[in-house]
């Protein structure tokens, strides 16, 4: 007898996380893997935040925290909305949770009804499409490719609207493509949105402080949906917290009130020691969130430099967070010296792995098929050397 719930049957497997493990088993098979497929800062967490988590250990902050978290956080949350954001929120309309990814989870699960349409502009975060499924809405999927930069136009948005349309998922800077929308190109997707009070509008802005332009802007920004956006951000990439799992989400109160009742019944409150650290990440001193930005904006540039010449890579200069998301579907119908054929994307991912010993991310996974992701969170030389293997193997490769 089958026990598993239909929900969970229907329920992919994280692709990241699955290579990501493959990897794992590789190298400890004493297998000399560089491991590109992990979208986590490669860095340590900065002292100050350390220290600020010693204290509150020290403190006793060891006791049940509030739902929608410590209230000091919640007010830091605020004051970082006005401060960079230009966006006033109240802290009642904070809800602070284990990591954006509950808090995106969150959000679907407080708004979306059974077979309601969610917009998912793609290529995409795995989850995405995933947690929908959870939440039993329906899946719209606008695509934009290289030749856009992938980001869809306000005529895409506008066609993929219908009267059973409930939100729309935004992430910019963008997971798995660096891409980011300017300020022109969301104002443009705000003005079709403002035509349709009925969207909610979900901004995955985790990456905000991974940029390399003058300033990330917000949907939020704009008065005719300001109402209606709900942004999710957190710690975890800017100030290298993964494992500390703190995010947020900010959003009208009646959403912010949904989302705390949610999460009473599943999770409760987040750490309280990872709050008071998070806290410090907010109210400290910002100079460790701008030496990881320029850190990451030469490994950008080192690995556009060493992309382009690897013959039938199709590339993009990424405008933020750590990925390149290059078109890599001219190696499909080749094989190599051995007799492995190439047949998909996914299967020149699994050659690179075997071969190259080089962990990337088949772009199947972002709904983006013919494409695949590297990570440059890892070191310089890792990067140079992943590309020079990534390179080689792919010349050994023919039709």
């Given at each position: 007898?089958?026990?598993?719930?239909?929900?969970?049957?229907?329920?992919?497997?994280?692709?990241?996380?699955?290579?990501?493990?493959?990897?794992?088993?590789?190298?400890?098979?004493?297998?000399?893997?560089?491991?590109?497929?992990?979208?986590?800062?490669?860095?340590?967490?900065?002292?100050?935040?350390?220290?600020?988590?010693?204290?509150?250990?020290?403190?006793?902050?060891?006791?049940?925290?509030?739902?929608?978290?410590?209230?000091?956080?919640?007010?830091?949350?605020?004051?970082?909305?006005?401060?960079?954001?230009?966006?006033?929120?109240?802290?009642?309309?904070?809800?602070?949770?284990?990591?954006?990814?509950?808090?995106?989870?969150?959000?679907?699960?407080?708004?979306?009804?059974?077979?309601?349409?969610?917009?998912?502009?793609?290529?995409?975060?795995?989850?995405?499409?995933?947690?929908?499924?959870?939440?039993?809405?329906?899946?719209?999927?606008?695509?934009?490719?290289?030749?856009?930069?992938?980001?869809?136009?306000?005529?895409?948005?506008?066609?993929?609207?219908?009267?059973?349309?409930?939100?729309?998922?935004?992430?910019?800077?963008?997971?798995?493509?660096?891409?980011?929308?300017?300020?022109?190109?969301?104002?443009?997707?705000?003005?079709?949105?403002?035509?349709?009070?009925?969207?909610?509008?979900?901004?995955?802005?985790?990456?905000?402080?991974?940029?390399?332009?003058?300033?990330?802007?917000?949907?939020?920004?704009?008065?005719?949906?300001?109402?209606?956006?709900?942004?999710?951000?957190?710690?975890?990439?800017?100030?290298?917290?993964?494992?500390?799992?703190?995010?947020?989400?900010?959003?009208?109160?009646?959403?912010?009130?949904?989302?705390?009742?949610?999460?009473?019944?599943?999770?409760?409150?987040?750490?309280s020691i990872a709050q008071k650290a998070a806290e410090a990440a907010y109210d400290g001193s910002q100079e460790c969130v701008r030496t990881m930005r320029e850190a990451f904006r030469r490994r950008r540039d080192l690995i556009v430099q060493l992309a382009k010449e690897?013959?039938?890579?199709?590339?993009?200069?990424?405008?933020?967070?750590?990925?390149?998301?290059?078109?890599?579907?001219?190696?499909?119908?080749?094989?190599?010296?051995?007799?492995?054929?190439?047949?998909?994307?996914?299967?020149y991912v699994m050659y690179l792995l075997e071969e190259a010993h080089v962990a990337c991310v088949d772009g199947e996974a972002f709904c983006a098929p013919g494409y695949m992701r590297l990570s440059y969170a890892t070191s310089d030389d890792n990067i140079r050397e992943?590309?020079?293997?990534?390179?080689?193997?792919?010349?050994?490769?023919?039709?």
């Amino acid at each position: 007898m089958n026990f598993i719930s239909q929900r969970i049957e229907k329920l992919s497997p994280s692709a990241t996380l699955a290579m990501s493990q493959k990897s794992a088993e590789l190298k400890a098979k004493g297998v000399d893997v560089i491991n590109m497929s992990v979208g986590e800062p490669d860095f340590d967490t900065p002292d100050h935040i350390k220290e600020a988590a010693k204290k509150a250990i020290d403190e006793n902050y060891s006791r049940y925290t509030p739902v929608p978290g410590y209230l000091s956080l919640r007010k830091a949350v605020c004051a970082k909305l006005e401060r960079e954001n230009n966006i006033s929120f109240t802290p009642e309309q904070i809800v602070v949770g284990n990591g954006a990814k509950q808090e995106l989870f969150n959000a679907l699960l407080a708004c979306v009804n059974p077979g309601d349409e969610v917009i998912i502009p793609t290529p995409a975060w795995v989850s995405y499409v995933e947690m929908v499924k959870l939440a039993e809405g329906k899946v719209v999927t606008i695509p934009a490719g290289i030749e856009n930069d992938f980001k869809i136009t306000p005529e895409q948005l506008e066609a993929a609207i219908t009267p059973a349309s409930r939100m729309i998922m935004l992430n910019s800077p963008s997971n798995p493509t660096g891409s980011i929308y300017s300020y022109d190109e969301l104002r443009a997707l705000a003005e079709v949105l403002g035509r349709h009070p009925q969207i909610l509008i979900l901004a995955d802005e985790i990456y905000e402080h991974i940029n390399f332009v003058d300033r990330v802007h917000s949907i939020s920004e704009f008065p005719e949906v300001r109402d209606r956006v709900i942004i999710v951000n957190g710690v975890s990439k800017a100030y290298a917290m993964t494992g500390w799992r703190i995010g947020y989400l900010a959003a009208p109160l009646p959403i912010a009130k949904a989302v705390t009742k949610l999460q009473g019944q599943s999770t409760s409150g987040a750490s309280s020691i990872a709050q008071k650290a998070a806290e410090a990440a907010y109210d400290g001193s910002q100079e460790c969130v701008r030496t990881m930005r320029e850190a990451f904006r030469r490994r950008r540039d080192l690995i556009v430099q060493l992309a382009k010449e690897i013959p039938g890579w199709e590339i993009n200069c990424p405008e933020g967070a750590f990925y390149l998301f290059p078109k890599v579907d001219s190696y499909i119908g080749t094989h190599s010296p051995s007799g492995r054929n190439i047949e998909c994307v996914a299967d020149y991912v699994m050659y690179l792995l075997e071969e190259a010993h080089v962990a990337c991310v088949d772009g199947e996974a972002f709904c983006a098929p013919g494409y695949m992701r590297l990570s440059y969170a890892t070191s310089d030389d890792n990067i140079r050397e992943a590309l020079r293997r990534i390179r080689e193997a792919s010349a050994l490769l023919s039709r």
